[in-house]
């Protein structure tokens, strides 16, 4: 792995354990991640491969068995402890919105939990999150219950911005949205990364927002991070886990994709049994 200058996130030969059933289970083993400042990262690996257990340790809401995890120049456990939502903003796979809350309400939350700030200062930051995710101030008194999907997933994103932290970690944004929901979420996250130079972190199974948004992909296989890169790096290397996923039955798409956005690919490694179909003109 080459160094990254200037990295938000720099993780060490980080060791993830939990007990369970009297028995250590090792999540990660000796995993090393580089994130740099202004990149759009997407974390891709099977499901139970511990994505989700990254994120959770960059955080700080997990807790090593080994290794270092510095985040914005910091261990990740002392930010959890310092008010983390002014550094990194999260939006949680299964995190939903309160429901008794109206949409403003969940949004003014980390906010007001500081009491730093007076009710009309809150509100109004609550208003300028809402809008700057699409939203408008007529669905600021709409409560969770009211939402589509994609509206609710904007709220939590309004949400984890409140404090403008400069790195956003998204586990599974897309999941369970429809198509063109989807779409539009990805186009408002690549407008944020760009307008707000936002460092994004974003585990997702969804080829196409990977292979549109990333300046760096990196694959969980193997307990480590086996690759981590420019997509047309890994896209060209040798391993099951990025044969099966991006060469598998969806290749053909992520293929037509890369070269709509110019990117020249590397050949894929022989051992990719679809690969001379894959790279042939059409
Ligand atoms: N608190 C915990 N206690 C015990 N085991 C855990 C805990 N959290 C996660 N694990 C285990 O760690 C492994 C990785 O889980 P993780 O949620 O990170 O997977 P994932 O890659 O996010 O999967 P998915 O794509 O399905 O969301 C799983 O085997 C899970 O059971
Ligand atoms: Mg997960």
Redesign the pocket.
């Known amino acids: 792995m080459s160094p990254v200058i200037d990295p938000v996130v720099q993780i060490r030969g980080l060791w993830s354990v939990?007990h369970?059933g009297g028995e250590d289970?090792v999540?990660h083993r000796d995993l090393d991640l580089d994130i740099a400042r202004g990149s759009l990262v997407s974390i891709v690996?099977?499901?139970?491969?511990?994505?989700?257990?990254?994120l959770r340790q960059i955080l700080g809401l997990a807790t090593p068995a080994r290794g270092t995890v510095t985040v914005l120049g910091e261990p990740a456990s002392r930010l959890a402890r310092a008010g983390a939502a002014t550094r990194v903003g999260m939006l949680f796979?299964h995190g939903a919105l309160f429901s008794a809350f109206s949409v403003l309400d969940n949004i003014a939350l980390p906010l007001r939990e500081l009491r730093a700030f007076p009710e009309t200062l809150v509100r109004e930051a609550a208003l300028v999150k809402l809008c700057m995710v699409g939203l408008s101030e007529r669905d600021a008194h709409k409560m969770p219950a009211e939402l589509s999907g994609g509206m609710i997933k904007r709220v939590a994103l309004a949400r984890a911005l409140i404090m403008d932290p400069p790195l956003l970690l998204l586990d599974?944004p897309t999941a369970g949205l429809d198509p063109g929901s989807s779409d539009a979420f990805c186009g408002l996250l690549a407008s944020l990364h760009r307008e707000l130079g936002l460092t994004v972190v974003m585990?997702t199974?969804d080829l196409d927002t990977i292979l549109e948004l990333s300046t760096q992909i990196a694959v969980?296989a193997d307990k480590r991070i086996v690759v981590s890169g420019p997509p047309q790096e890994v896209l060209a290397f040798d391993h099951p886990f990025v044969h099966d996923f991006f060469f598998g039955g969806r290749g053909r798409r992520a293929m037509t994709l890369l070269r709509e956005r110019g990117l020249s690919v590397a050949a894929p490694p022989a051992t990719a049994a679809s690969a001379p179909d894959l790279l042939a003109p059409r």
């Not at 690996?45 to 990254?54: A, E, I």
């Open positions: 939990f369970a289970v999540v690996g099977g499901s139970g491969s511990g994505k989700t257990v990254l796979q599974e585990v199974h969980v």
